[in-house]
Every structure is written in structure tokens, then in C-alpha cells.
């Protein structure tokens, strides 16, 4: 079956430490996102990649990098992390022609003490 | 400045009532509507989504409308049951190759039996 995966589901790290995120997807998707949730902000694009090696600036990049390794994984990296980063981060991939569905992970929840 | 908005951020309803949530956009290119569902613990998934040529669609219980003179857009469910709690995303984008999705801030309804 179809899916995105992300790892790790939780995960705990102090201030100014370093923090990848991992996505892999089984959709045969060329596009790829990472967002994050926060309340009353709904979820807001930080980085996006339409294949291996490519990577597109989103909305809220600042303190984020990412890195889309193959087709099937993407990264995103916070190398100084910061208390503001404290949140529900998603990845998604869908086909990205067009009017295309997103298909979502479950969910990393970073906080960051 | 938010682009995509959604009204109200969270909402009760009693089983077997009916459910309006609204959304509005700023861009006027925009002609891709979706709404996303998501259950605690999980990613989002597309519910039901319209484009901008139609101002109906119908699945089962849910309807979307889209008015394109006032930039608005809603989804009804009607007959609601407690397993309709959920957040739900509104979001917006174009029609082509690569577009990427605004989200809204969601609403949160909870369903009473």
C-alpha cells in the first residue's frame, strides 16, 4: 500500500541541538513537502522538492534546511534548534500535476526544550 | 498575511445536526479547493475538492460550495455523527504543474451524541 512514513513519531532535544527529521514515501510521487502544524495557523509549507537533489523555499523556511536524498526520501534538518520550533511537523508527497492529492504522514511532534 | 482563512476554529454540534465551515482566499488565481480531514494522532486526508468551474460538489454527506465572486468557499455535512470529529482543513491553489497548497487555519468539530 501507498504511504508516507516519517520518523521518529516523538522526539525531545534542548536548545541550539541538531534534529533530523525523516520522510520516505512509496507513492512513486515526484513532489515531496514538509509542513508544520501549529494552532490556529492550520499547517504552513517550509520546504518542498520535486525530485532527488531539487529543493524549493516555502513559506516559513527560516532555521529549517532539507535535503531530498532520492525519490523516495526527504529530510528536514534544524541545526540550531530553538523553542519556537516546538511543534507537529508533516511530511506529504503527491503527484504534482495539477489539481493532485496530497498524501500525509503521521506526524513527528518536536519540542525542544 | 494569511491567504487562505477558515471560521470558526472550533465548533459543537449535536448528532444528527448539520455542519457549516467557511473558508475565504485573497488570491483570485486560485482554482483548486480541497478539504482535508484529519483525526488526532494522524496526517490529514483529502475529503472532498472542487475546482473552480463547478459551485457544487457533493460525496455522501459532505458538500462543498464555492462562490467565486465573493472568494468563499464551505463545507456542509449533513445528518453529523460523532465520528465526523475532526479537524478540517480548507486550502487553495492552482490549477498546474507543481502548485502547492495554502492550508487554512482549520476548524475543530466535535460531534455530540
Known amino acids: 500500500e501507498a504511504a508516507v512514513t516519517q520518523s521518529p513519531r516523538n522526539k525531545v532535544t534542548v536548545t541550539g541541538g541538531n534534529v533530523t527529521l525523516s520522510c520516505r514515501q512509496t507513492n512513486s510521487h515526484n513532489y515531496m513537502y514538509w509542513y508544520r502544524q501549529d494552532t490556529g495557523h492550520g499547517l504552513r509549507l517550509i520546504h518542498y522538492s520535486y525530485g532527488a537533489g531539487n529543493l524549493q523555499i516555502g513559506d516559513v523556511p527560516d532555521g529549517y534546511k532539507a535535503t531530498r536524498t532520492t525519490q523516495e526520501d526527504f529530510f528536514l534538518l534544524l541545526e540550531l534548534a530553538s523553542p519556537s520550533q516546538t511543534s507537529l511537523y508533516f511530511c506529504?508527497?503527491?503527484?504534482?500535476?495539477?489539481?493532485?492529492?496530497?498524501?500525509f504522514g503521521s506526524g513527528t511532534r518536536l519540542l525542544v526544550i | 498575511q494569511q491567504q487562505v482563512r477558515q471560521s470558526p476554529q472550533s465548533l459543537t454540534v449535536w448528532e444528527g445536526g448539520t455542519t457549516v465551515l467557511t473558508c475565504s482566499y485573497e488570491d483570485s488565481t486560485f482554482n483548486y479547493f480541497p478539504w482535508y480531514q484529519q483525526f488526532p494522532g494522524e496526517g490529514p486526508a483529502l475529503l472532498i475538492s472542487?475546482?473552480?468551474?463547478?459551485d457544487k460538489k457533493e460525496d455522501g454527506r459532505f458538500t462543498t460550495f464555492f462562490n467565486k465572486r465573493e472568494k468563499k468557499l464551505s463545507l456542509h455535512i449533513i445528518d453529523s455523527q460523532p465520528g465526523d470529529s475532526a479537524t478540517y482543513f480548507c486550502a487553495a491553489s492552482l490549477n498546474n504543474a507543481g502548485a502547492k497548497l495554502t492550508f487554512g487555519g482549520g476548524t475543530r468539530l466535535t460531534v455530540r451524541p
Open positions: 506529504a508527497s503527491s503527484e504534482g500535476q495539477g489539481a493532485s492529492d496530497y498524501t
Open positions: 472542487i475546482l473552480s468551474v463547478s
